[in-house]
């Protein structure tokens, strides 16, 4: 049995609030009104015209407030979805847990390590689950290519080819690291996913072509080497125009027995057991997230997605980065400690910093986690 609370009455929908109703805070609205196991009481935005519009949009009767706190006692959640900015993600996950409530938020979980760090913390102080919606991990056709990669035997390479031309304006344009820092994540994740291993160190370069209409650099190749020995590449572009690939990417795992491909989409290959075109899972994305979430709280089973457990994705981006900037090798564990040492520095409340002291390094705290999960 895991930890963390579990919600009261299973025999009811989960009574949600979600903080946050920018364009994906819409889209978790609409997920949230869909879903039979859950019922949407509560929004809450900065913009409470912003918040009632969205409510009102999906023919909703949720109450609107500004604030986590004022929206609380009159709707009696049982749980919080958070799809704020990244940089408000601490405060809100924090005020949810010692509230007593579980929370379900979106990625990354927070804008630095040091943060995410102290966001487990926090949610081991609270007893209460804190996981993070890495939502392209719930694809139908992901889950069937993971079974193909298991079939190779000894994985030595896993690659990731992706290239897009999205124009998005707004922040995306003026980040200094956009595809690593905004998208590649999901990539990053879904390896870890893959190759059920962890990531050791990382080399990367990152550079921006001539053409790009970003600020920051569009292109990267990141070469991760894996505690397990296998090696995954990903090479990417965010102003690659024309015969662009899936937004999942296009994958690649060679091993011992032979080869698997998965085109990102609804093709997955295998040299060992043949083709398949795999049908939509009725759950996928942010729904296949939400669906773990109602479980783990149900039934007490860890999800995938606990914070702790998200943290080194989170990591693989964060080194990746300082790779590219520094030019060199990037061993993840070291980062990592640093990160932690930094978390120690922060202004946080005494239960958390009881519970960062006791995990003494947080390498030693996410081994714990990894081997909780099985």
């Known amino acids: 049995m895991s930890a963390?609370?579990?919600?009261?009455?299973?025999?009811?929908?989960?009574?949600?609030?979600?903080?946050?109703?920018?364009?994906?805070?819409?889209?978790?609205?609409?997920?949230l009104t869909d879903?039979?196991?859950?019922?949407?009481?509560?929004?809450?935005?900065?913009?409470?015209?912003?918040?009632?519009?969205?409510?009102?949009?999906v023919g909703g009767d949720a109450k609107v407030g500004a604030s986590l706190g004022e929206i609380l006692a009159p709707t009696a959640p049982d749980a919080v979805v958070n799809v704020t900015v990244p940089a408000a993600h601490g405060a809100v996950n924090t005020e949810a847990l010692f509230a007593g409530l579980p929370v379900l938020c979106e990625k990354p979980a927070a804008p630095t390590l040091a943060e995410a760090l102290v966001q487990a913390a926090a949610a081991e102080a609270s007893g209460q689950l804190l996981m993070i919606s890495q939502s392209r991990r719930y694809f139908a056709a992901l889950a069937e290519y993971r079974s193909r990669v298991?079939?190779?035997?000894?994985?030595?390479?896993?690659?990731?080819?992706?290239?897009?031309?999205?124009?998005?304006?707004?922040?995306?344009?003026?980040?200094?690291?956009?595809?690593?820092?905004?998208?590649?994540?999901?990539?990053?994740?879904?390896?870890r996913y893959l190759l059920g291993a962890e990531p050791v160190s990382v080399v990367c370069e990152s550079w921006n072509p001539a053409w790009s209409w970003y600020r920051g650099d569009a292109a990267a190749t990141a070469n991760f080497r894996f505690d397990d020995g296998a090696r995954y590449v990903f090479t990417g572009s965010w102003c690659a125009d024309g015969l662009e690939t899936s937004w999942n990417g296009e994958w690649r795992a060679s091993g011992s027995e032979g080869t698997a491909t998965w085109d990102g989409e609804d093709q997955v290959a295998s040299s060992v057991s043949g083709a398949v075109a795999v049908p939509p899972g009725r759950n996928e994305q942010i729904a296949g997230a939400l669906v773990e979430f109602v479980a783990a709280l149900r039934t007490g089973v860890e999800p995938s997605g606990t914070i702790a457990g998200n943290i080194r994705s989170l990591a693989m981006v964060a080194a990746a980065v300082r790779s590219a900037e520094s030019g060199r090798r990037v061993e993840i564990d070291a980062l990592l400690d640093e990160a932690y040492r930094d978390a120690l520095t922060h202004a946080v409340p005494e239960e958390i910093r009881t519970r960062l002291e006791f995990w003494g390094t947080p390498t030693a705290a996410l081994t714990e986690e990894r081997a909780g999960r099985g």
């Open 35 to 57: 879903s039979d196991d859950v019922e949407l009481v509560g929004v809450v935005d900065l913009d409470t015209e912003l918040a009632q519009e969205a409510v009102r949009a």
């Open 150 to 191: 298991a079939e190779l035997g000894t994985v030595g390479l896993l690659t990731t080819d992706f290239f897009r031309g999205p124009r998005f304006g707004g922040f995306r344009d003026e980040m200094e690291q956009p595809l690593l820092v905004d998208m590649a994540i999901h990539a990053f994740d879904a390896a």
């Open 4 to 31: 963390f609370a579990r919600a009261a009455d299973p025999a009811r929908p989960l009574r949600v609030v979600q903080v946050g109703a920018g364009s994906m805070g819409r889209a978790w609205i609409r997920t």
